[in-house]
């Protein structure tokens, strides 16, 4: 059964709204719709003109998906951007989320996790941030993530740079380094390495910042390569394809310090309840989208 909607002057149509997405909870694509709908005030404005790899369970979460970045059919109204991956040539079109009714269309093909790319429309050569994405090799987990996240921020702060953090959504945590300047991602990429290496050269039995699968038990990959205009990183306040609806969440230093002291992880855990609760209060991750910072030269740099 289809629903034909009107959000903000556009029309669109809805269907399988009843379609179970997480059968543990019984949880919907409507529900899904309607959670995304309200989180937007502060989803939005860090994936507006942000190309968008849409990552869709059709069949739920026990069920096949896939992440799609050519966008799927839609209506006109929602943006698309040519991209062309560096390396392989491709040229295929991307789906851009800059309003809610480009959101609920993601929402209405099952999008359950939005994984924005770090360059822009008209800027696509241009990230917006640098990301550190640390993940915690087992038995390593998010407390040793934040202890590492506490030391890049003392690093940055040696540098005169800010950082903000938030979860994956799944065992680890993101820093992001706001630039929204000039610079290329071949500038971005080698300060995201330099600082890796730095922390492995600190650390080697808690840091590694080498790819290989073999070198992460027991320690923290920090993910420099992340840094890369063919690569996406799940949104702020995205959910993920869990069992339950995790929620790549945006926190505070000291929600980052308590954890690291107290060595317990559950404070770092969010579902969409606890999305929805803490977007009322705020977004803490705003200064990420408008501040502008300048990255150290390369002998300047870690």
């Known amino acids: 059964m289809r629903r034909q909607v009107e959000i903000e002057g556009r029309a669109l149509s809805l269907s399988n709204l009843d379609k179970v ?111 550190f994405d640390l993940d915690p090799g087992s038995p390593a987990s998010v407390v040793d993530c934040c202890r590492v996240a506490l030391r890049i921020r003392a690093l940055l702060g040696e540098l005169d740079l800010r950082g903000w953090a938030k979860t994956s959504g799944w065992s680890g945590l993101h820093v992001y380094v706001p630039v929204n300047g000039s610079a290329r991602f071949d500038e971005t990429k080698a300060f995201a390495r330099a600082v890796a290496r730095r922390l492995e050269q600190e650390n080697p039995d808690l840091v590694t910042s080498q790819m290989a699968r073999a070198k992460r038990p027991g320690k923290v990959f920090v993910d420099w390569s992340q840094n890369d205009g063919g690569k996406s990183t799940v949104a702020p306040y995205s959910l993920r394809g869990w069992e339950v609806p995790t929620v790549s969440m945006p926190v505070t230093w000291g929600e980052i310090e308590a954890v690291a002291s107290s060595g317990d992880p559950s404070p770092l855990t969010f579902v969409a309840d606890d999305a929805l609760g803490r977007a009322e209060a705020g977004d803490v991750f705003a200064p990420v989208a408008a501040v502008t910072q300048r990255l150290p030269t390369p002998a300047h740099q870690p």
């Open 21 to 131: 997405l997480w059968p543990r909870l019984g949880l919907t694509k409507g529900w899904l719709i309607e959670y995304y709908t309200r989180v937007a005030p502060v989803l939005l404005p860090h994936v507006r003109g942000h190309p968008m790899t849409l990552h869709r369970y059709p069949d739920g979460v026990d069920g096949m998906h896939w992440f799609e970045t050519r966008a799927p059919p839609h209506p006109r109204w929602v943006e698309t951007v040519t991209f062309e991956m560096a390396r392989s040539g491709k040229v295929f079109e991307v789906a851009v989320l800059n309003d809610l009714p480009s959101l609920v269309w993601a929402a209405q093909m099952a999008a359950i996790e939005l994984h924005p790319y770090l360059g822009t429309v008209g800027a696509l050569d241009r990230p917006s941030t640098v990301v």
